[in-house]
């Protein structure tokens, strides 16, 4: 069992993505816990070597607590294509290549896709660490099938070309409040919640 965080409480946020960090800070206001981005603290993003994403966002985690004596939350989270093998899995970001062009990612997706089975989900997994070594890890999932062309300007990286079972728009045409409720970020944040609130 995960050690309780408190309000008022500094947690960094070890990512570099501006659209992750603001969703992770949205989730996490309503329990008085005040976030930082790593970037914020110099922290530099460091390789993700794990071959799954619990071992990536465990990584992150444990590095950013390190360097910055407070609690450390991370995420690792991709899209997966089962006709694709899992693929872009824990590549998704590197699928978007140097320039972090998630248009160029879709593209990909579409074009290595083509007129396969469309069922995709997205993983998140939120690795919690603690300066003295304490862990753990929570992983949501969502379900849906893929959506081409891409629509919609809200949310980051695949949204725009993701529809979520249950619903028509991509979660880059969703009022962010609906996707908060139903991402697999969300249902990964609800067992960190259940665990450490």
């Known amino acids: 069992m995960a050690r309780r965080l408190t309000a008022g409480e500094r947690l960094v946020v070890a990512s570099h993505n501006p659209g992750k960090l603001a969703e992770i800070a949205a989730l996490l206001m309503p329990y008085g816990v005040a976030t930082v981005g790593a970037a914020a603290l110099g922290l530099a993003e460091p390789e993700e070597t794990g071959a799954t994403f619990e071992e990536n966002a465990a990584l992150k985690a444990r590095l950013a607590a390190a360097a910055s004596g407070l609690v450390a939350l991370a995420d690792d989270s991709g899209l997966v294509v089962p ?56 992983r949501g999932e969502a379900h849906g099938h893929l959506a081409w062309p891409p629509r919609g300007e809200r949310g980051f990286g695949y949204d725009p070309m993701f529809v979520p079972d249950g619903h028509d728009e991509t979660f880059g045409e969703m009022d962010p409040d609906v996707k908060h409720r139903i991402s697999h970020r969300a249902r990964a944040f609800a067992e960190l919640v259940k665990a450490v609130f």
């Open 83 to 138: 006709a694709l093998g899992g693929a872009p899995g824990i590549y998704s970001a590197r699928w978007a290549g140097p320039g972090k062009d998630f248009g160029v990612a879709m593209a990909r997706v579409q074009r290595e896709l083509g007129p396969g089975d469309r069922h995709a989900h997205f993983v998140a997994v939120l690795a919690l660490a603690w300066p003295d070594g304490e862990e753990a890890l929570f």
